[in-house]
């Protein structure tokens, strides 16, 4: 493998930085094992939700999801798709080198430009196939190691895959040096979620109970929003008089406190948990059950996602809703999802709330079918617009690993 100048200068240098202390990793599973790094936040959960798929393909693989320390506030949830995911923040020869070594991976993914050469070097060094996905150009331009001005080429050049995110990065690579059969112009790393399912008969049966009556669904609702939730009701109510309302909740040990609530406002509701019918003058449906997330917003064209409103929210992902033709809703404090978020108000897909004033303001004015409707689409549209690059980057990674896969694997 040839050196650039840069990139021995560099691990000399990279020798005289203090190494981490090293921790006991846990142990490295036999069978296949995929290493995915995530220089970002949004990359981090588009990567998962790729980890999610690709276990679902390929039963029995082992997942090792790495990450810049910015991607992941330590007090975030974890990511659900892989079996472990942990900071990579030493980029010592050493380190490098006992990290590799450790899990021998049988594939890479590294998701943008933040790069990490005596990592990929090592790697490279043991023959992990290696590829970099959502390479924008602004990344290029902004290398931390300018002063080592071959130190970017020499980097990358170890990949044998190399997804651009725009023709004009695919010109920057090219003009550094890199072959053109190694890149390929690809759409920017999107999640892709998996939308929750539903029991059809109950899709019918519930279609049918509601005969043609508007529909808004509060999801992820916590106790401290139940307030907020029930006035926005209460007012939608008085310019629509036969909607309804379901409450799905965060908590299922939070019902009873919703019942109580509901009594004072003098709001008859229907327990759907308990096999509650819902009738026509009921105005709110209880259910505690998340799995029946799925039905609800196949019902809802319009849905208000909870856990957004009052001190210490951080929000839910917005993409199963939008994915499944349903108009969003939120409150301001979705730090965890911002991203999604932000993603889905410039596309005209979710409007965000303040309040339960300010939400029942909007229920009234998007519950109308024209207006969800076209939310819904451009919902839709973006929640699905990552699909063809995951495609495309499990099918290599499913290529990859049946073509070199070992003798002992197959037995």
Avoid at 30 to 54: P, Q, Y
Avoid at 139 to 145: A, D, N, P, V
Avoid at 189 to 218: F, K, M
Wanted: glycine share 6%; net charge negative; aromatic share 6%.
């Amino acid at each position: 493998m040839v050196r650039s100048l840069s990139y021995a200068a560099y691990r000399a240098l990279s020798r005289r930085s203090p190494q981490s202390a090293p921790q006991a990793p846990p142990a490295r599973p036999k069978g296949e094992l995929i290493w995915l790094h995530a220089t970002s936040a949004a990359r981090l959960s588009a990567l998962n939700d790729l980890a999610r798929r690709l276990r679902m393909m390929r039963p029995g693989i082992a997942i090792l999801h790495t990450h810049v320390p910015s991607a992941r506030p330590e007090d975030a949830p974890l990511p659900g798709g892989a079996d472990w995911v942990m900071p990579l923040d030493s980029d010592h020869p050493a380190s490098a080198r006992q990290f590799v070594g450790h899990w021998r991976p049988d594939f890479c993914l590294w998701a943008g430009g933040i790069l990490m050469p005596n990592v990929i070097a090592a790697a490279a060094e043991i023959g992990v196939p290696l590829c970099i996905a959502d390479l924008g150009s602004a990344e290029l331009q902004s290398s931390r190691h300018k002063w080592l001005p071959d130190l970017t080429r020499s980097s990358l050049d170890m990949f044998t895959w190399i997804l651009a995110s725009n023709q004009t990065t695919q010109r920057n690579l090219r003009r550094l040096g890199i072959a053109a059969e190694k890149i390929t112009v690809a759409p920017r790393l999107r999640g892709n979620v998996l939308p929750p399912g539903c029991n059809d008969d109950d899709l019918e049966s519930v279609t049918q109970d509601l005969a043609a009556r508007q529909v808004w669904l509060a999801a992820h609702v916590r106790p401290s929003e139940f307030a907020a939730v029930l006035a926005a009701h209460r007012s939608a109510l008085r310019l629509v008089h036969r909607l309804l309302l379901v409450i799905s909740l965060t908590d299922r040990s939070s019902a009873e406190t919703l019942k109580s609530a509901l009594g004072l406002a003098r709001l008859r509701y229907a327990d759907w948990d308990e096999g509650d019918a819902i009738e026509d003058g009921v105005q709110v449906v209880i259910s505690d059950d998340p799995a029946d997330l799925g039905l609800w917003y196949r019902i809802a064209p319009l849905t208000f996602l909870a856990s957004s409103l009052g001190e210490g929210a951080r929000g839910v992902n917005p993409m199963e809703a939008a994915a499944l033709g349903s108009a969003v809703l939120y409150g301001p404090n979705v730090a965890d999802h911002a991203e999604a978020y932000a993603r889905l108000a410039a596309a005209g897909a979710a409007r965000t709330v303040a309040n339960g004033d300010s939400l029942g303001s909007a229920v009234v004015q998007l519950v109308a079918p024209d207006h969800a409707a076209t939310m819904a689409l451009a919902g839709w549209e973006v929640a699905t617009e990552g699909a063809d690059l995951i495609d495309m980057l499990i099918d290599r990674i499913q290529d990859t690993l049946d073509r070199n896969r070992h003798p002992h694997e197959t037995a």
